[in-house]
Structure formats: structure tokens, C-alpha cells
């Protein structure tokens, strides 16, 4: 048998724990490093961006300022002048209540009208669906209404429509539109109505 003979001493790593915690730590150091580089530039350049706005800003406020001393500086208007303006503003509603009128059909009325400026909510009541479809057609076609839409659609019952007839019922289609109105024919339409 062969003696096992080493005079190398036996090398046993008895600190791998303390190494491990050792790159653990250097690499914690050097991303909070980069991390804070990071902040620190993009940081500084929001700054010198906030900075640059903040002239703009001051720059536009000075304009302001003197143009707002100039406009005080300025002689009234005119009373006519001021009355223009007014009138110009005036939107025309009865002839927009005329062209619903003509537009519709036999037997049929309107029953609500409500106008917002730009904006008109009507209800009327019809003797079928197809004249309430027939209607939407000619406010489709009417240059004073840039859109047309269909809220509801609803029978309602009449019963006694004849003073003293209590037994003839009568179904009506109650129909809700909603017309987006075009101002600038409807002024247009107004002047050469008058």
C-alpha cells in the first residue's frame, strides 16, 4: 500500500459567509451609486427645464400686463357700436321654430320646445312611425340642422279626443329629437327672412 503523503496544508475557506456579505454589500454601494447619478442629472435638467419655462412665462406676463394698460387707456365704445355687437349675438329662434312647423308632416305637432344655444330638444307627436322617420329625413335635409338624433320613440293611448267621446281611442307616436343647429345659416336665414 501507498502512503497518502501531502505536506500541502489542508485549505479550508472557514470566512465565506463575511465574503458573501462583502459583494453583497459592494454591489448594494454601487446601485445606489448609479441610482443616485441618475436622480442627480435628470433632476438637474428638469430644473434648468422649469427654469426656461419660468421665463416664458414671466415674459408672457409682462405682455399681458401692457397690453391689459393699453386696453384701459382706450376711448368706450360707442353706443352704436355696442348695440351691434348685441344684436349680432341675437339667435333668431322663430325661424327656426318656422322650419320645424313646415317640415312637418300632415296630422302631425309639435308638442315641447326647448333651445340652448346650439342645441334644441323638441318632441311631436305623429300619427305613425314612418311620419316621425319622414320628418327626420327633411330635418336631415334642412340647412339649418348640422345633426339630427332620435331620443325616444313612444305610443301613447288618446282616448276621448272629441269633447264628450270617451269611447273612440286614439295611439299617437310621441317622438323626442335632439337637432344640433347650425348658427351661422340660421343668422343667415333670419336676414333674409326679415
Not at 17 to 40: A, H, W
Not at 85 to 112: D, G, K, M, R, Y
Not at 113 to 133: H, N, Q
Request: hydrophobic content about 40%.
Amino acid at each position: 500500500m501507498i502512503p497518502d503523503i501531502n505536506l500541502l496544508p489542508k485549505y479550508e475557506r472557514q470566512n465565506i459567509v463575511l465574503y458573501r456579505i462583502f459583494i453583497i454589500s459592494l454591489i448594494v454601494v454601487l446601485l445606489t451609486f448609479i441610482g443616485l447619478t441618475y436622480t442627480y442629472f435628470h433632476t438637474k435638467a428638469n430644473i434648468s427645464k422649469m427654469a426656461e419655462e419660468n421665463e416664458l412665462l414671466v415674459e408672457q406676463q409682462t405682455l399681458l400686463e401692457a397690453q391689459l394698460a393699453n386696453a384701459g387707456s382706450n376711448k368706450p365704445e360707442s353706443l352704436e357700436a355696442v348695440v351691434n355687437f348685441a344684436e349680432e349675438q341675437v339667435i333668431p329662434t322663430s325661424v327656426l321654430i318656422e322650419e320645424l312647423n313646415n317640415l312637418l308632416p300632415n296630422n302631425a305637432h309639435l308638442t315641447t320646445y326647448d333651445y340652448v344655444p346650439g342645441l334644441v330638444e323638441i318632441e311631436s307627436l305623429f300619427e305613425t312611425k314612418s311620419d316621425a322617420s319622414t320628418y327626420i329625413i327633411h330635418l336631415l335635409e334642412s340647412n339649418y340642422m348640422n345633426d339630427v338624433r332620435i331620443d325616444q320613440i313612444e305610443t301613447i293611448e288618446l282616448i276621448g279626443t272629441e269633447p264628450g267621446d270617451e269611447s273612440v281611442t286614439d295611439y299617437k307616436q310621441n317622438v323626442r329629437y335632439f337637432l344640433d343647429i347650425n348658427l351661422a345659416e340660421l343668422k343667415k336665414g333670419a336676414k333674409l327672412d326679415e
